[in-house]
C-alpha cells in the first residue's frame, strides 16, 4: 500500500471539543501530516470565527469534517481503532502503543478506514469511549506536568503516522467494526446457550475480550466466518451431548 492511501484513510475522530480553537489547531496539526479526514462526535455549536483563525490555510479539513451522534455511528465501518489516552484504571485496556509503534501497526493492515480518537480537553475519553476501540495509544510525557493540548497530541502522533507510514504488500481487507460485534454477538450467544457463563459480569467481560481481540486481528471475513462456524459447532456439540 502506498503511502499516501495509508494517510488517506486515517480518520482523526475528536469527541465533544470544547473550544472552537482547538479545533481549527488540530486542522493545522492534520494537514501540515498529509491527513485529511476529520470527524466530530458533538452537539455542540462552535464559533467558526475562533476555527477559521487558527486553521488558516487548512479550514477546507473542517469544511468537510462529518458530525456524528455517538463514537459508535463513527467507529462503525472502521477496520481498526485507537483511543488516545494516558489514564489507566480496572475498566481500561492495559496494553497501550506508542505513537511509532501505532504507525507501524497501521502500515501492517489492509485496506480499510482507521480512526484515532482524541477525546475532552479537561477530561479525555470516559472508560465506555476506551473500550469502544481496538487499541489505546500513549504519548510518553514528564510525570512532572503529563498534560497536553488536544492539538499538540493530534500533531505528535500524526507526526509519527507521517514520518513512519510506508507501503507494505497486504493483500486481504479487514472486516468492519460493524461486522466485528455481529460475530462477537454470534459468539456471545453460543456461549449463552451451552451455559458457559457463570460469574458475575462474565458474559460482560468475555464480549470485551473477544472484541478487544478480534480488532487486533485484523479479520478477514473468511476469518470471521471460520470463527462464528467454530462457537456454533461447540453449540451444537454440547447440546447433543446432554440429550444423550
Given at each position: 500500500?502506498?503511502?499516501?492511501?495509508?494517510?488517506?484513510?486515517?480518520?482523526?475522530?475528536?469527541?465533544?471539543?470544547?473550544?472552537?480553537?482547538?479545533?481549527?489547531?488540530?486542522?493545522?496539526?492534520?494537514?501540515?501530516?498529509?491527513?485529511?479526514?476529520?470527524?466530530?462526535?458533538?452537539?455542540?455549536?462552535?464559533?467558526?470565527?475562533?476555527?477559521?483563525?487558527?486553521?488558516?490555510?487548512?479550514?477546507?479539513?473542517?469544511?468537510?469534517?462529518?458530525?456524528?451522534?455517538?463514537?459508535?455511528?463513527?467507529?462503525?465501518?472502521?477496520?481498526?481503532?485507537?483511543?488516545?489516552?494516558?489514564?489507566?484504571?480496572?475498566?481500561?485496556?492495559?496494553?497501550?502503543?506508542?505513537?511509532?509503534?501505532?504507525?507501524?501497526?497501521?502500515?501492517?493492515?489492509?485496506?480499510?478506514?482507521?480512526?484515532?480518537?482524541?477525546?475532552?480537553?479537561?477530561?479525555?475519553?470516559?472508560?465506555?469511549?476506551?473500550?469502544?476501540?481496538?487499541q489505546i495509544v500513549t504519548i510518553?510525557?514528564?510525570?512532572?506536568?503529563?498534560?497536553?493540548?488536544?492539538?499538540?497530541?493530534?500533531?505528535?502522533?500524526?507526526?509519527?503516522?507521517?514520518?513512519?507510514?510506508?507501503?507494505?504488500?497486504?493483500?486481504?481487507?479487514?472486516?468492519?467494526?460493524?461486522?466485528?460485534?455481529?460475530?462477537?454477538?454470534?459468539?456471545?450467544?453460543?456461549?449463552?446457550?451451552?451455559?458457559?457463563?457463570?460469574?458475575?459480569?462474565?458474559?460482560?467481560?468475555?464480549?470485551?475480550?473477544?472484541?478487544?481481540?478480534?480488532?487486533?486481528?485484523?479479520?478477514?471475513?473468511?476469518?470471521?466466518q471460520r470463527l462464528e462456524k467454530?462457537?456454533?459447532?461447540?453449540?451444537?456439540?454440547?447440546?447433543?451431548?446432554?440429550?444423550?
Open positions: 500500500m502506498k503511502e499516501t492511501q495509508n494517510l488517506d484513510r486515517i480518520q482523526i475522530i475528536l469527541v465533544s471539543p470544547q473550544d472552537g480553537a482547538n479545533i481549527g489547531s488540530v486542522c493545522r496539526a492534520m494537514k501540515t501530516m498529509g491527513l485529511k479526514r476529520l470527524a466530530l462526535v458533538s452537539a455542540n455549536e462552535y464559533d467558526e470565527i475562533r476555527i477559521r483563525k487558527l486553521a488558516l490555510k487548512s479550514i477546507d479539513i473542517y469544511e468537510n469534517a462529518i458530525y456524528y451522534d455517538t463514537l459508535h455511528e463513527a467507529l462503525s465501518t472502521s477496520i481498526y481503532s485507537v483511543g488516545a489516552t494516558r489514564r489507566r484504571g480496572k475498566y481500561r485496556k492495559a496494553d497501550s502503543l506508542s505513537p511509532e509503534q501505532l504507525a507501524d501497526k497501521i502500515s501492517s493492515l489492509g485496506n480499510g478506514l482507521v480512526s484515532i480518537v482524541f477525546g475532552r480537553e479537561q477530561s479525555g475519553l470516559t472508560d465506555d469511549e476506551v473500550n469502544a476501540c481496538s510518553a510525557t514528564s510525570d512532572e506536568f503529563p498534560s497536553l493540548n488536544l492539538s499538540q497530541a493530534v500533531q505528535i502522533i500524526t507526526y509519527s503516522l507521517y514520518n513512519k507510514l510506508k507501503p507494505w504488500p497486504v493483500e486481504n481487507t479487514p472486516i468492519t467494526k460493524e461486522r466485528i460485534t455481529e460475530g462477537v454477538n454470534k459468539s456471545i450467544s453460543n456461549l449463552e446457550n451451552i451455559g458457559y457463563f457463570k460469574q458475575k459480569y462474565e458474559k460482560q467481560w468475555t464480549t470485551v475480550l473477544l472484541k478487544d481481540v478480534f480488532e487486533r486481528a485484523s479479520l478477514t471475513e473468511s476469518e470471521i467454530l462457537f456454533d459447532k461447540m453449540s451444537k456439540i454440547a447440546k447433543y451431548k446432554k440429550l444423550k
